[in-house]
């Protein structure tokens, strides 16, 4: 158990819908990073928040948006859903401190099945 | 653009054997992850080296970095069925949070 809890496990929603992502980071970590792991894709990094403040943006569609809430937990929203959109959306965090080094701690993850 | 790519993709190998997996990189980097995913589950990190010549051990598992060549290797000694899974190295890209991921090897030992 990495410490990283990620609700809901699983999701299925239809084409159209709009559905949020809840990631809770490892206690004490300030650092929240989304990721996207689909078959087609492969693992993509989305987005990095440190602290509440957006650090990074990956290959993150316009239709999805993050933010990081003073308690630290993170929201990954995702809107006008499309079927390519399924797949598995893992958040991870790492330690305190602003740095490029630190290794990241994944969450569970959440499906996403966009019918 | 930042691309990595990974070889193989797969790789069945018999117990007691050793084996590399490589992640090459295509621009400078100032650190790369290997991680492990078992079928159905999450990440699992297992080095992170940030700088030329680092090398890390942990089991059976060596992983190295040489950034002049931007070539990471995993190397895997006298195999055991427990480490089946698939094997990603990801790429940081210098300066910055973002991160690229290379394919993935899948891995298979067989007893």
């Known amino acids: 158990d990495s410490g990283v809890t990620q609700t809901p496990k699983h999701l299925i929603t239809a084409t159209g819908q709009r559905v949020t992502l809840r990631c809770s980071p490892r206690s004490g970590d300030l650092s929240v990073y989304w990721y996207q792991q689909s078959l087609d894709q492969g693992l993509q990094f989305l987005i990095h928040?440190?602290?509440?403040?957006?650090?990074a943006k990956g290959n993150i569609l316009e239709r999805f948006s993050a933010q990081q809430f003073p308690d630290l937990h993170s929201e990954l929203n995702l809107s006008s859903l499309e079927l390519g959109d399924s797949a598995l959306y893992f958040c991870?965090?790492?330690?305190?401190?602003?740095?490029?080094?630190?290794?990241?701690?994944f969450g569970p993850g959440t499906r996403l099945t966009v019918t | 653009e930042l691309k990595v790519e990974q070889n193989p993709l797969f790789l069945s190998m018999q117990e007691g054997k050793n084996y590399t997996i490589y992640c090459n990189y295509s621009?400078?980097?100032?650190?790369l992850y290997w991680y492990r995913q078992d079928p159905g589950k999450s990440l699992e990190s297992l080095f992170v080296l940030l700088s030329n010549g680092a090398v890390k051990q942990e089991g059976r598992l060596m992983a190295s970095l040489d950034t002049k060549a931007r070539l990471s290797t995993l190397h895997i000694t006298a195999a055991v069925h427990d480490l089946s899974a698939t094997y990603f190295c990801?790429?940081?890209?210098?300066?910055?949070?973002?991160?690229?991921f290379g394919t993935g090897t899948r891995l298979k030992v067989l007893a």
């Open positions: 990801a790429v940081g890209m210098g300066g910055t949070y973002k991160y690229i």
């Open positions: 928040y440190y602290n509440g403040e957006e650090r």
């Open positions: 621009t400078t980097s100032d650190r």
């Open positions: 991870a965090s790492s330690e305190s401190r602003d740095s490029l080094s630190y290794e990241q701690y």
